[in-house]
């Protein structure tokens, strides 16, 4: 009986052995650009770099309200663990966007970068960020150069960085076609204001134009903070313009919106700016000298989900969207935490691991993905929205940005 009970042990023990021997291999990391290892008691931390003050800042709460409500549906957590956002303000400038992202890429525990709202912010983000082998995604930015322009790289592209928010090179010619052939305008001015998506867009607008048979009468820039418009606005009119497109951000736009109407040589001469634009406080503060005034932007989704999704906003947060550009910004927060849980490697202790270059390299995978905005397929530099526009005309400022947003007069699908 002894000697049995010594061979069951040590068949016991054998046994044990062995079992450990096949458990799963200690954890290594072998992505080209590093591993961020989560423990179980760890919160899963997300970088956020938005315009939170400011003129833009309607624009830059929106984008973080859509990332709010991607991970309200999902209880707030990611794989078993919180998700705690690290928020940095980007002041919709270079400036602000280097600041905010010299202060994020210090930090080794985050997973990824959403931001910006705009794409001045962006072009130093972008850099900062990459070279930091972190991942960021937009659903605000559309400047071409952030991306491709005519099929090659733009300016300021980096690895790493994606926007589910459509390419300004699409809506700039949304907006020339739109011009040229709805309008019968022959020629036009342009105005920016040295910010890449003003110059950007301005630029695209200029060459579509161009390339249907237009003039670009002239081709002008004014600066940041500038209030006084009348010399600008006079030589818009002395170069024979029919039409001037002016894709600023507020306030500047305000003002050439308002004092336009102190130039007698501009009445018969039609206005049109973008969706830097395309907003409640431009609407109130322009009011009946906004009359008249065209708006190119994203179109805005049509579909029973996309109702659902804006009647939960407001009840969330007590008051309609403000931004053409909200839809983008649920698609990419969701974009990038269905991506996240994608590449995780999870251990049954809770303890995930998340490869750096396995984000990227599964985010430029993606096709077909169905967001609110449409089916997302991102391509090798990054863009994945698709580019569908919409061009507005405010014709009843007393009846606010509602109505403004449902006069539509012109859509724009490319590809379709």
């Not at 983000?125 to 070279?131: E, N, T, V, Y």
């Not at 501009?266 to 906004?290: D, H, K, Q, W, Y």
């Not at 009840?315 to 996240?340: M, W």
């Not at 609110?372 to 606010?400: E, H, N, Q, Y």
Request: contains cysteine; glycine residues 12%; aromatic residues 8%.
């Amino acid at each position: 009986m002894g000697q049995c009970k010594g061979l069951l042990l040590v068949l016991l023990a054998l046994t044990v052995l062995v079992a450990c021997q096949r458990g799963s291999p200690p954890f290594e990391c072998t992505d080209a650009i590093g591993c961020v290892t989560i423990q179980p008691e760890e919160p899963l931390e997300i970088g956020v770099i938005q315009a939170l003050s400011g003129e833009v800042a309607p624009l830059g709460i929106d984008q973080v309200r859509g990332l709010e409500l991607a991970l309200a549906a999902r209880g707030g957590q990611l794989l078993g663990h919180p998700v705690h956002l690290h928020s940095e303000d980007d002041l919709c400038s270079r400036e602000g966007g280097t600041v905010a992202a010299e202060k994020l890429k210090g930090m080794p525990q985050l997973v990824a970068i959403f931001g910006t709202t705009c794409s001045g912010a962006a072009v130093p983000a972008a850099k900062i960020l990459s070279a930091a082998g972190l991942t960021m995604i937009s659903g605000g930015n559309t400047a071409p150069s952030l991306t491709a322009v005519n099929g090659q790289a733009g300016g300021d592209w980096q690895p790493g960085y994606f926007r589910t928010a459509p390419n300004d090179a699409n809506q700039g010619r949304a907006a020339a076609t739109f011009v040229f052939q709805q309008l019968g305008v022959r020629k036009a001015a342009t105005i920016n204001d040295g910010d890449v998506y003003t110059q950007g867009l301005a630029e695209v607008f200029g060459q579509v134009f161009t390339e249907l048979g237009g003039e670009i009468v002239l081709a002008t820039a004014i600066n940041k903070g500038d209030t006084e418009m009348k010399p600008v606005l006079e030589a818009v009119a002395a170069a024979g313009a029919e039409l001037l497109f002016f894709p600023l951000f507020e306030p500047e736009s305000h003002f050439i919106a308002l004092q336009a109407k102190e130039v007698a040589a501009l009445a018969e001469i039609n206005l049109m700016t973008g969706e830097g634009s395309f907003t409640p406080t431009f609407v109130e503060t322009v009011g009946s000298s906004g009359v008249g005034v065209y708006f190119v932007s994203p179109a805005t989704p049509q579909s029973a989900a996309y109702e659902t999704f804006v009647a939960n906003y407001q009840a969330t947060y007590q008051q309609a969207p403000g931004s053409p550009l909200l839809g983008a910004a649920y698609d990419a927060a969701n974009l990038l935490l269905d991506t996240l849980a994608q590449v995780a490697v999870q251990e049954e202790g809770g303890t995930i691991h998340l490869g750096r270059q396995a984000l990227r390299d599964a985010l430029y995978a993606t096709t077909g993905y169905a967001g609110l905005t449409g089916a997302l397929t991102c391509d090798k530099f990054g863009d994945c929205g698709p580019a569908r526009f919409k061009v507005a005309r405010l014709d009843d400022p007393a009846a606010g940005f509602a109505r403004l947003a449902g006069n539509v007069v012109y859509t724009y699908h490319s590809g379709e």
